[in-house]
């Protein structure tokens, strides 16, 4: 083994594709993005397929029940974080796996003896103009009726009068049984020009709203990502201290693939990890493994049994871990080294391993780099953390709006697990800070225009699948004097005067 690696540590920005034959047939909309998650023999299809390469992050300000929703929904896969006990973990992976589309559980909701003024200070928050009213504020209670903020002028609205004395009494609204399907619930909102449809339960408590604004739903997401029973595809982070607690209930959950989330993979507790589920339950859940910079340890999990190698040390943009403790390796690099033990180790055994590049996305270029560079997918923290579905607040600083987002390595998240090497059960040192990130909105339109952007590339480069960029394509090393050209350059910027 060579002391020094003779080669630079370089990341995504160090390179730049060069454009291959654009065919006639290279338009976006022929161009694929589905990609593997899990390994599979040459020859055969991998378990569970992606329609888009992205995961987020196993962190507590990114993959919560909501964001794992809309991603799905887009294609894509979310880990929930792990950095919470096994049975909020569990209850959000059921959140996604019963999800309903178009059935909606209330986010706003009061109890009779709430004021008006209550329900308009609601209703702003959450930007919905009907509350439910059930027996206790909660959304899955005795269901008592609905008020419609926008029926009532605004001196109703600033008032002290009682919700009782207002709101729409179950007996004047039309409510439906659950087990209800959305064509029929969409039949009824029609018949009767309703704005929403209310569901109960058996015992009158409510189930869920399906909303008329909401009618073009399913038309609106192609590439929903589902499991056989047609229920949204969701992961779960994992740690290498409680497995075997967590693993059996997440997966009596109905979680769809798993991840060891670590700064440091590299560990026999990874690899003893792997082994006791592959134990449990052979080849009937994935597990990926992580994280890793190099082609020893890509081996040496995959010996283990993993189904995906997830890569990167130090990359991450919330993260300290080489100002810490000086080891990592640029992201680039990384991928690269891994990519090749991926390529000689199915060259050897026929099996394709699916490798993934977690953290340094910082422009969406870079995700297309990290594709071409070998990765099948990419994991994105900070992308994620900027949507509204995701966890963190969304606060105004300084004129600007701002997501926060922490590292789940800082005083905040305080996951001991993801960095314990088997000492104290607690997070030593921090290896990632607390910060924010600009507001994005919502997912779906800003995912849209990612991936907008990687088909755009790909038909520049001549190409119609992942496979064909990681295989076809050529990159150049940019130098620091190039780097330059990569945005306008001497030109003053309009409105910069
Ligand atoms: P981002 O997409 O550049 O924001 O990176 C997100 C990735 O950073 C995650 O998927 C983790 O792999 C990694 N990460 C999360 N928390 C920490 C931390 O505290 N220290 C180092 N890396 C972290």
């Given at each position: 083994m060579e002391k020094i690696i003779n080669e630079e540590s370089r990341t995504f920005s160090e390179y730049l594709l060069i454009p291959g034959l654009t065919k006639k047939i290279h338009i976006p909309s022929n161009i694929s993005l589905k990609t593997p998650l899990a390994k599979f023999s040459k020859g055969k299809s991998s378990a569970l397929t992606l329609n888009i390469p992205f995961v987020s992050s196993i962190m507590q300000a990114v993959s919560n029940d909501k964001l794992a929703i809309a991603l799905a929904r887009e294609g894509g896969l979310s880990f929930i974080y792990g950095s919470q006990s096994i049975e909020e973990q569990a209850l959000m992976v059921k959140k996604v796996k019963n999800f309903k589309a178009g059935f909606v559980?209330?986010?706003?909701?009061?109890?009779?003896?709430?004021?008006?003024?209550?329900?308009?200070?609601?209703?702003?928050?959450?930007?919905?103009?009907?509350?439910?009213?059930?027996?206790?504020?909660?959304?899955?209670?005795?269901?008592?009726?609905?008020?419609?903020?926008?029926?009532?002028?605004?001196?109703?609205?600033?008032?002290?009068?009682?919700?009782?004395?207002?709101?729409?009494?179950?007996?004047?609204?039309?409510?439906?049984?659950?087990?209800?399907?959305?064509?029929?619930?969409?039949?009824?909102?029609?018949?009767?020009?309703?704005?929403?449809?209310?569901?109960?339960?058996?015992?009158?408590?409510?189930?869920?709203?399906?909303?008329?604004?909401?009618?073009?739903?399913?038309?609106?997401?192609?590439?929903?990502?589902?499991?056989?029973?047609?229920?949204?595809?969701?992961?779960?982070?994992?740690?290498?201290?409680?497995?075997?607690?967590?693993?059996?209930?997440?997966?009596?959950?109905?979680?769809?693939?798993?991840?060891?989330?670590?700064?440091?993979?590299?560990?026999?507790?990874?690899?003893?990890?792997?082994?006791?589920?592959?134990?449990?339950?052979?080849?009937?859940?994935?597990?990926?493994?992580?994280?890793?910079?190099?082609?020893?340890?890509?081996?040496?999990?995959?010996?283990?049994?993993?189904?995906?190698?997830?890569?990167?040390?130090?990359?991450?943009?919330?993260?300290?871990?080489?100002?810490?403790?000086?080891?990592g390796r640029g992201q680039a690099s990384s991928v690269i080294a891994v990519a090749n033990e991926r390529d000689k180790y199915l060259n050897e055994t026929g099996i394709y391993i699916p490798i993934c590049s977690d953290g340094g996305i910082a422009l969406d270029y870079h995700i297309t780099i990290a594709l071409a560079?070998?990765?099948?997918?990419?994991?994105?923290?900070?992308?994620?953390?900027?949507f509204d579905e995701s966890p963190g607040k969304l606060v105004k600083i300084n004129g600007?709006?701002?997501?926060?987002?922490?590292?789940?390595?800082?005083?905040?998240?305080?996951?001991?697990?993801?960095?314990?090497?088997?000492?104290?059960?607690?997070?030593?040192?921090?290896?990632?800070?607390d910060g924010f990130v600009p507001y994005a909105g919502s997912l779906k339109p800003e995912l849209a225009g990612t991936m907008l952007k990687i088909k755009s590339t790909m038909s520049n480069c001549g190409v119609l699948s992942l496979e064909e960029l990681r295989t076809n394509v050529q990159l150049t090393y940019i130098s620091s004097m190039s780097l330059r050209e990569n945005t306008f350059h001497d030109v003053q910027l309009k409105g910069s005067e």
């Open positions: 559980t209330s986010d706003s909701n009061l109890t009779i003896n709430s004021s008006m003024k209550d329900a308009y200070q609601l209703s702003k928050q959450t930007g919905h103009s009907i509350i439910a009213i059930t027996s206790d504020g909660k959304p899955n209670s005795k269901f008592l009726g609905t008020l419609d903020v926008s029926d009532f002028p605004v001196e109703i609205l600033n008032s002290t009068d009682l919700i009782s004395e207002h709101y729409t009494p179950i007996t004047k609204l039309i409510v439906k049984p659950e087990g209800i399907s959305l064509k029929e619930a969409n039949e009824v909102i029609y018949k009767n020009k309703l704005k929403c449809l209310s569901i109960t339960d058996k015992d009158s408590n409510l189930v869920s709203f399906v909303f008329k604004k909401d009618r073009d739903l399913r038309q609106n997401f192609p590439n929903e990502l589902v499991d056989n029973k047609k229920r949204l595809c969701v992961g779960a982070g994992i740690n290498t201290k409680d497995y075997k607690e967590r693993v059996p209930i997440l997966i009596e959950a109905g979680v769809n693939a798993l991840c060891i989330d670590s700064s440091d993979g590299y560990t026999e507790w990874q690899a003893e990890t792997i082994e006791w589920i592959k134990e449990e339950y052979g080849d009937d859940i994935i597990v990926g493994a992580g994280n890793i910079v190099d082609g020893r340890a890509f081996r040496y999990l995959v010996n283990a049994g993993a189904d995906f190698i997830k890569i990167g040390i130090g990359g991450g943009s919330i993260c300290i871990t080489r100002d810490q403790k000086g080891i560079l070998g990765a099948d997918f990419v994991m994105m923290g900070r992308y994620f953390a900027r600007s709006f701002l997501k926060e987002y922490w590292a789940e390595g800082s005083n905040r998240a305080r996951n001991w697990q993801r960095y314990d090497l088997g000492g104290k059960e607690e997070l030593s040192f921090e290896e990632g800070i």
